[in-house]
C-alpha cells in the first residue's frame, strides 16, 4: 500500500520545517490545492493528489540533504532507554527521532478516527499500572493499545495494590512481567519508574513520575502544537511558549520544556507564582542553545505575544510547605485576558484536568467556545501518539499501514460539539 499522502505531506513539511504557505509554493501548487490534500480522506472537502505531485514531493525529499540517512531514520523510528525499548523520558529524544515518531503517528490518524482497523498487536497484552490518580493518560494508553488489536489490564490505586502490603517495585515489576508485553506505570514518586525497568526486559512508559516526567503527554503536546502551527502558517522554529502556573511540580511542563528546546531559537516565557518557578535542572537544560528563557509573575505581561499559551493546574498533591491554595483570579486564563493580550492565532493549551472547584482559579471554562483553546484536539492526539510509542516499542510500526482494513462501523464525522468549527480544516 503506498504511503498515505496526508502522512508523506505532514513528513515533508517537517522535515523541509516549511509552513504550509512556502511548502505549497515550492511545489508549485496553490495553498487551497495543499489543504485539501491534506484533509482527511473521509472528509468531502479531501481531494487525492495527483500522481504526479507526489513523484515530485518524494524527489524533493530524496534531494534534500542527509535525505537517505534521513529515510532510513524515518523507517526505523526507535525509544531506548540504556539500549532498551523503554520510555521514560524526554531526554531519550533528539529533534529527527522525535520527527520520526510524529512521522508514525500521522500513519495512525484513520484509526484514532475510526476509519479504519488493525490486529497488529493482537494476542499482546499492556498492564496499565496506575498508583496515582489518572483518567486521561490510563484511558487513552489503553484505548491506543486495543485500537492495535491488542488487550489491556488494568490496576489503579496504591491502596488497592499489593504496594500497599509492602510490595518492592521490584518484584511488583518482575511479576506483571509474566503477565504482560507491555507496562505503562504511574507511581507518585520521582524516578520511580525507572526502577520498574531494572525488574524486566519487557517494554516500560513513564506515564507520570511524581513531579519528574510526563513524556508521552509532552509528545502529544509537541504533536498538536505542530499541526495546528501548520493550519495557522507557522513553524516550531523561533516560535514563542508561555507556561503558565505550577512549574515547580507540574511534570508535563518539565518534559515539553525540554522536548521544545530540541528546536531552534524559542522563546520561553515562564509565569508561575513565586514559590512555583520552574526547577533549576530544567532551566539548565533550556537556556542551552539559542533559546530566550523569561521568568516573571506577571501573567498580564508574560502572555503578550505568545504563539502558545500551555496552562497547568495548581499541584497541590505534591505541595510539601507552599501555602498556595489554588491561584488567584489575577492569575486566571479567561476570555478577556485571552481577548485582550493574545493573537487571533494564539493556542490555548493545558495537560488537563482543569480544576473546576472553586478558588482554584484555574483555565476558565468561559473560553470553551473559542477556537483558539486546543485542550480537546489535544486530548484527541493522545491516541496516535501513544499507539505510535506502542508500534515503536514492541517493533510493529511497519505492519501498519499495511494491516489497515476499513472500520465495519460509522463514526461520527467530528467527536464533540464545539469541534464542528474543525471539521473539514486540517
Ligand atoms: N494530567 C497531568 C499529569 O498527570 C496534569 C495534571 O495532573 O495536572 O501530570
Known amino acids: 500500500m503506498p504511503l498515505q499522502q496526508q502522512t508523506l505531506l505532514r513528513d515533508a513539511m517537517r522535515r523541509l520545517n516549511m509552513t504550509r504557505d512556502a511548502f505549497a ?31 515530485y514531493v518524494m524527489e524533493i525529499l530524496e534531494r534534500t540533504p542527509a535525505g537517505d540517512e534521513y529515510t532510513q531514520r524515518v523507517q526505523s ?10 520510555l521514560l523520558s524526554v531526554d531519550q529524544f533528539t529533534r529527527d527521532s522525535v520527527e ?20 497488529v498487536l493482537e494476542g499482546a497484552v499492556l498492564a496499565n499500572l496506575f498508583f496515582e490518580a489518572s483518567t486521561r493518560t490510563r484511558v487513552s494508553f489503553g484505548a491506543a493499545f486495543c485500537r492495535l488489536g491488542g488487550s489491556v489490564c488494568d490496576t489503579t490505586g496504591f491502596t488497592f495494590s499489593s504496594m500497599a502490603k509492602g510490595e518492592s517495585i521490584y518484584d511488583t515489576s518482575r511479576v506483571i512481567s509474566g503477565y504482560a508485553d507491555a507496562l505503562v506505570v504511574r507511581h507518585p514518586e520521582k524516578g520511580s519508574v525507572a526502577e520498574f525497568v531494572r525488574a524486566t526486559n519487557v517494554p516500560v512508559i513513564n506515564a507520570g513520575d511524581g513531579p519528574g516526567e510526563h513524556p508521552s503527554q509532552a509528545l502529544l503536546d509537541l504533536y498538536t502544537i505542530q499541526r495546528e ?24 511542563v518539565h518534559s515539553l520544556a525540554k522536548l521544545l528546546a530540541l528546536y531552534r531559537g524559542m522563546k520561553f516565557t515562564l509565569i508561575s507564582p513565586a514559590s512555583l518557578e ?8 533550556i537556556t542551552r542553545g539559542d533559546h530566550v528563557v523569561e521568568q516573571t509573575s506577571d501573567l498580564h505581561a508574560g502572555l503578550k505575544g505568545a504563539d502558545v499559551v500551555y496552562a497547568t493546574r495548581i499541584q497541590k498533591e505534591r505541595f510539601a510547605d507552599e501555602s498556595i491554595e489554588g491561584y488567584t483570579p489575577d492569575f486566571q486564563i479567561n476570555q478577556a485576558l485571552v481577548e485582550s493580550v493574545c493573537g487571533p492565532d494564539t493556542l490555548i493549551m493545558h495537560p488537563l484536568p482543569r480544576d473546576g472547584r472553586p478558588g482554584a482559579n484555574d483555565l476558565s471554562t468561559d473560553l470553551n467556545h473559542d477556537p483558539r483553546l486546543a485542550i480537546f484536539r489535544q486530548t484527541d492526539n493522545g491516541i496516535p501518539v ?30 464533540g460539539p464545539d469541534d464542528a468549527v474543525f471539521h473539514g480544516v486540517d
Open 25 to 55: 509554493n515550492r511545489i508549485g501548487v496553490a495553498r487551497r490545492a495543499l489543504d485539501t490534500w491534506l484533509l482527511p480522506d473521509e472528509s468531502a472537502e479531501s481531494r487525492a493528489m495527483p500522481e504526479i505531485a507526489s513523484r
Open 77 to 86: 523510528p526507535s525509544i531506548l532507554y540504556e539500549g532498551r525499548p523503554h
Open 100 to 119: 520520526a515518531l510524529f512521522r508514525v503517528a500521522d500513519t495512525m490518524q484513520p484509526i484514532a478516527r475510526r476509519q479504519k482497523i488493525t490486529r
Open 229 to 252: 502551527f501548520s493550519r495557522v502558517g507557522k513553524i516550531v522554529d523561533g516560535s514563542h511558549i508561555a507556561m503558565v502556573g505550577d512549574l515547580k511540580y507540574g511534570r508535563t
Open 278 to 285: 520552574m526547577p533549576a535542572s530544567i532551566l539548565d537544560q
Open 386 to 415: 501513544r499507539m505510535a510509542i506502542f508500534a515503536v516499542l514492541l517493533g510493529v510500526e511497519k505492519q501498519v499501514q499495511h494491516s489497515m482494513r476499513d472500520a465495519a462501523w460509522k463514526a461520527p464525522a467530528y467527536i
